[in-house]
């Protein structure tokens, strides 16, 4: 997402929705990000940042708004008339999307990057990209026809193809991506040379590069598919919504809630954040719109500005988790595993929500521990106006959620409910959109898919590349022999692997490298296919929070103005419930996978172990826990957690069997009785926490880190002036 996406959350549609301190906040906020011209359209703003400013700005500016209308409109077209090959759809929608990505995102962040020079070179990539794209739509006749006996120019424009998208995935994912995917073409090549089992025959380049070109299971793949089928027309759904005002009703909604509470903002964040990602599926988009308002908020009540930049990160990580929209991957399950998309909303409503539940309960832990006040009565939202201006959101989403429960096609319910959204929002004056802000959502959901459809068009030749050498059954055997068939220590093979390859790729690329290749070693261990694919989909959230390189707390660390890797390490914090839930996914019946009894279990037991956790981590829940209790909490937690493993353990150990309720709930009950226990000790000699603001020569942290600052920093001259520039790196979902 480029800076102009701190402008968006603050727009005048819905701002009536929230009282004014909120909306200085945010503007506050912009400003100090961002101190470009916002009376421009976005598209000149995003070809002042391409080519600078002049004649040529103009130019690209109505070039940019042109091709973000031809992909909108190319996908709305597909997807009311279904009249256009597969194959050609996904040549189509790749053409417009590399030409976006070669006139909109420089090839570096330094002027040398956006010179005149480097934009002819750019020209002559989109030409190449026409040429490859093309070729393969007015030769589709000839290329069944010869299927197989590919020829020179076939493996050819496949090089080119390749190259051209390793370069735009460069841009807009980073460069992890790019040299993963060259690893596995390499692999692909030098199979001959690679020992034991993971010996192959090798492909050649000609091979390999029509393959993935023109095969079933390349670039034109499933992957690549699922974007131009069904995430276009959400993130079209998401872009509409930001720019009607509906999340400014999110918001507002949620600090009704939530603002009354210790430690409120947070609480908004957590519950805002909630609304609006599981309508947006991404996490970067959520920030961008809801941070503006929160952040502001959390820091002026006593959060410090990295704990604030992280509470939304991971908030707004939770977002791709929860029906009814689930992100780019959520799709990927549905098309991968056959299993309709509606099932896989149902089965992840109650991890989603007990995914939230942890991050409010961090957060109010960290409120009461620091005696935190709420929001003052008179900045609070009122829920009637809220309510009387918002209303008329909550139809489409209604109207979403009942088409996907029908099993109406995905693509379809979110066309029906992006239709549903323009009209609602054209019948109401302070969410009507003008000409100007139509094309502006047209822009926003090109300029968000880029990133997606690069990483899944590039993820297509990882995949082509499994395929090709027999990759994931080989390590699918060694893992499972590696670890002699244990489920947990598999899991946490695949957890680390997910902490890698989140450090340079998005949650989507994360998601389908890790199915391809571990996916096969979990259902060997006997996990269902819906369970191996949700663990996996869960631990490729982590690339969102988790440092060295977590996308969406940097984010929230331009709005917060704070230190990028201090606000990832308190988004992984908050987090927790990543790695936490998935192992319940695997040891019971949370994903439905039972009787109404063992699921009710599940979930309650799953949400005590959490608690467990989240005090043994944070050290309190209403009043300090000593280190003997954190340990037994986290011995208990994870007594509740993995129970099945206990039983392996002593019969192991000291031969004894042990049913695996025993574990499960000891650990259940242990941990109840440290929250009684906490809340009796509360009632009989409560611990009183002076409320930060009323504290005798107390300094909030935020003003003694900023003093700090300021005198190891020198001081400017009288008359002189310092800008601080930062560009967001929206790699996409």
Not at 548 to 574: K, Q, T, Y
Request: proline fraction near 5%; include cysteine.
């Amino acid at each position: 997402m480029s800076r102009p996406g701190l402008k968006d959350a603050s727009q005048d549609h819905g701002a009536e929705l929230l009282p004014d301190a909120f909306r200085e906040n945010a503007q506050v906020s912009a400003e100090d990000e961002d101190q470009e011209d916002s009376t421009q359209p976005l598209w000149q703003r995003l070809a002042e940042q391409r080519v600078g400013t002049g004649g040529l700005q103009r130019a690209m500016g109505w070039i940019i708004l042109a091709l973000a209308l031809a992909l909108g409109g190319f996908q709305l077209y597909i997807g009311i008339t279904f009249d256009m090959d597969a194959r050609q759809q996904r040549l189509v929608h790749l053409l417009l999307v590399l030409t976006l990505i070669f006139l909109t995102v420089p090839a570096a962040k330094s002027a040398w990057g956006r010179s005149v020079p480097l934009l002819a070179l750019d020209a002559l990539l989109v030409l190449a990209a026409v040429a490859a794209t093309v070729y393969p739509i007015v030769n589709a006749a000839e290329l069944a026809r010869r299927a197989g006996a590919y020829e020179t120019t076939d493996w050819v424009l496949g090089i080119v193809l390749i190259v051209l998208l390793l370069e735009a995935t460069r841009r807009t994912v980073g460069w992890f991506m790019s040299v993963l995917v060259l690893a596995f073409m390499f692999y692909a090549w030098a199979g001959p040379w690679f020992p034991g089992a993971f010996n192959h025959r090798g492909a050649t380049i000609e091979r390999l590069s029509a393959y993935v070109y023109l095969g079933n299971d390349g670039i034109l793949g499933m992957t690549l598919g699922v974007v131009v089928t069904f995430v276009f027309i959400f993130v079209l759904f998401g872009a509409l919504l930001q720019k009607t005002g509906g999340g400014n009703f999110c918001i507002g909604l949620a600090f009704v809630l939530t603002g009354r509470y210790p430690g409120g903002p947070a609480k908004g964040a957590v519950v805002g954040s909630a609304m609006m990602g599981s309508i947006s599926g991404t996490a970067l988009g959520n920030v961008a719109t809801t941070g503006p308002f929160t952040i502001p908020m959390m820091k002026k009540v006593g959060y410090n500005k990295e704990e604030a930049a992280g509470v939304e990160a991971a908030a707004s990580t939770g977002g791709q988790i929860l029906p009814p929209i689930m992100g780019a991957g959520a799709f990927l399950i549905a098309e991968r595993t056959g299993i309709p998309y509606a099932e896989i909303v149902l089965v992840s409503i109650i991890p989603a929500l007990m995914y939230f539940g942890t991050v409010y309960l961090f957060v109010d832990i960290k409120a009461r521990k620091r005696g935190m006040s709420s929001i003052p009565k008179d900045q609070l939202p009122v829920f009637k106006e809220v309510m009387k201006g918002g209303w008329h959101f909550l139809a489409p989403l209604v109207l979403l959620i009942v088409l996907l429960l029908q099993y109406v096609p995905p693509g379809r319910a979110g066309l029906y409910a992006t239709a549903a959204l323009f009209v609602v929002a054209m019948l109401r004056s302070m969410s009507r959109l003008s000409l100007r802000d139509i094309g502006e959502v047209f822009v926003i959901a090109a300029r968000n898919t880029l990133p997606v459809s690069a990483a899944c068009a590039i993820a297509g030749i990882i995949v082509g590349v499994v395929g090709l050498t027999g990759l994931g059954l080989v390590i699918s055997d060694v893992l499972v022999s590696a670890f002699a068939g244990s489920l947990l220590l598999t899991l946490i093979m695949v957890a680390l692997a997910s902490l890698i390859l989140g450090v340079g790729l998005p949650v989507t690329a994360s998601y389908v490298v890790l199915i391809i290749l571990a996916g096969p070693a979990l259902q060997e261990l006997g996990l269902a296919v819906i369970v191996t694919h949700l663990i996996v989909y869960w631990f490729s959230q982590d690339s969102n929070v988790t440092p060295p390189v977590a996308l969406a707390a940097f984010v929230a660390a331009g709005i917060a103005n704070s230190s990028p890797m201090r606000s990832a390490f308190h988004a992984w914090i908050f987090a927790k419930g990543l790695y936490f839930i998935p192992l319940m996914f695997a040891y019971s019946a949370l994903l439905l996978t039972g009787t109404p009894w063992e699921v009710t279990v599940a979930t309650v037991t799953g949400c005590v172990a959490l608690v467990g956790a989240a005090v043994a981590i944070e050290g309190y829940l209403l009043r300090p826990a000593g280190v003997w209790q954190r340990i037994v909490l986290a011995v208990a937690a994870l007594l509740a957690l993995v129970a099945p493993e206990w039983t392996g353990w002593t019969e192991s150990l000291f031969g004894v069997t042990v049913a695996s309720d025993v574990f499960l709930w000891v650990g259940t009950l242990v941990i109840l009785a440290f929250v009684v226990w906490q809340v009796l000790a509360q009632r009989i000699s409560p611990v009183v926490v002076t409320p930060m603001e009323e504290r005798e020569g107390a300094e909030p942290e935020e003003a003694r880190r900023a003093a700090a600052e300021a005198a190891a920093s020198p001081q400017p001259e009288p008359g002189t002036g310092s800008a601080t520039a930062g560009r967001e790196d929206e790699r996409g979902s």
